[in-house]
């Protein structure tokens, strides 16, 4: 049993900043990429930033320059630094995590954290 915990959202004006975490616990092995995907009220499910094993990042258009992704691997936790929030960010984030079993990697989601950015 795997356990993601997310925390950090919140509602914040445009040009704000949020830090977002994701605790992993559990039946950990081996965590490969961590990511944040986020989802709008009516809209799929998107990527937003992940980061490989190794450190590689990867980022949506829509957010380069202005959010960070990083990973503490002692603490199993992955976090997303979003500065100048805009309210098209506004969305549900979510937290993913692929652990390594074998010669098989499996997903993990996490519950979901509400960012709302709004004067």
């Known amino acids: 049993q795997v356990q993601l915990v997310e925390s950090g959202g919140g509602l914040v004006q445009p040009g704000g900043s949020l830090r977002l975490s994701c605790a992993a616990s559990?039946?950990?092995?081996?965590?490969?990429?961590m990511a944040w995907y986020r989802q709008a009220p009516g809209k799929q499910r998107d990527l937003v930033a992940s980061i490989a094993s190794g450190s590689i990042t990867n980022y949506a258009d829509s957010v380069k320059g202005r959010f960070t992704i990083s990973r503490d691997n002692a603490k199993n936790t992955v976090y997303l630094q979003m500065n100048s929030l805009k309210a098209e960010d506004t969305a549900v984030y979510y937290c993913n995590v692929r652990l390594l079993r074998g010669w098989n990697e499996y997903p993990y989601w996490g519950q979901g954290t509400q960012v709302t950015v709004s004067s």
């Open positions: 559990g039946s950990i092995s081996s965590i490969t990429r």
